[in-house]
């Protein structure tokens, strides 16, 4: 036996933290005098001390702990366990790394203006919110106050006239200027649900994370705030994800001096890909066939990848393989034509062959005609998601083409292994924007 002092040597551990380790039951001295009070530990009580403070190591408060210790735990709860506690981890790396991106682009700010920025540009979330609005189009942003002055006045006649209450301030969304103008909305929060009225509508205003900047009683210097948001949106790896609003925390109608305005953007994260800043490849493929297993749903419980996981062993199966197109595997993404519930999408892991017959039991076969796709490179299953972000709301908007309704694809080369390194292709149909 040892007495305590002895063992806590011995484990690398505190005193003090074998006497709370037996408070919580997690390590109980296999011996404690009865006269003395003295604890006593058993060598053989060192493996569990050990895996005390491995799992301490990895994150898990004490209280978790003892139910990863506890006997007959499922190998399944332990597991769902440690996925949550990765799933945290990942969580908080990625925080830390938001955080040194912000200080980097500040020092950036910093090193390219000569001095500390002149507005102070926050990121936050922005809470849902129903609005009634009027729209129109300006004709320029230089004859934009005159006529959202005039959309005011005209939704707060409606807001008199029928007695509503304001939830909040006033504010104006500004949209992407198109050949006929720039779309504009003046609203105003409601505190209840209503009706739309007469001219004005009624919406609902999706919460969005928004990187906002205030500026006060500086009118003339807006354009001069405009500048700085957007460039901290640039230097913060952001893209702009919305239409402008502009909230008018205080207004007084006679002496701008006296605005309180909060300008906001709705911005969402712009995807450089683990391997650095990613582009888009137009490419042409002619027409080819595949045979693999097919799901149809929603994938709202990672149906996809199970089925990935029972189509590889029977690969084997498929006749008429064919390495036309390389050493490759597809996951084919289309909608149905009869879809059995609204938002559900086939999902076809297969090969390519050069015939579709011999197709075995439980599988499918389908020609994907010839098409033009944008094609681009990710790597890992974890940036599937991203790199379809990036052709539809970055790529897309800018690119002179537009979707077309055929299948995409995600291309897997044979030497592919979802490691983060390894590269997966994803093919996005589209042709000239008309």
Known sequence: ???????SRLGNVSVKALRYYDQLGL????????????RFYALDQLPRLHRILALKDLGFPLEQIATLLAEGLPATQLRGMLRMRRAEVVRQVEETKALLDRVEARLA???QEGRSPAYEVLLKKAANCRIAYLADILPSYHEAGLLVDR???SLSSLFRKNCIPIAGSRMALYYEETTEGIPVEVAFPLKQALPSLGPARVRNLPGREIACVVVAGQWNRIAEAYAAILRWIDLNGYRVDGPTREIYLEFCQDDSSRHVIEIQFPV????????GTVESKIVTLDAFQVVGMLYQGKNEHEEISRMWQNFMPRMEEIKHFTNALGEVSFGICYTPQEPIEPGDFHYIA????SELTDIPEGMVGKEIPAQTYAMVEAHGIGEIGQAYDFIIKQWLPTSGYQAVNAPDFELYPESF??????PLYIYFPIQKRE
């Open 27 to 38: 390590l109980k001295p296999a011996q404690i005098h009865g006269r003395t009070g003295y």
């Open 109 to 111: 700010l910093i090193e």
């Open 1 to 7: 036996m040892l007495r305590i002092g002895e063992f």
């Open 268 to 275: 969402a994260k712009r995807w450089k890909g683990r391997e």
């Open 417 to 422: 292994r979802d490691n983060g390194k390894d």
């Open 151 to 153: 959309l005011f006045d």
């Open 350 to 353: 297969a090969l390519p062959v």
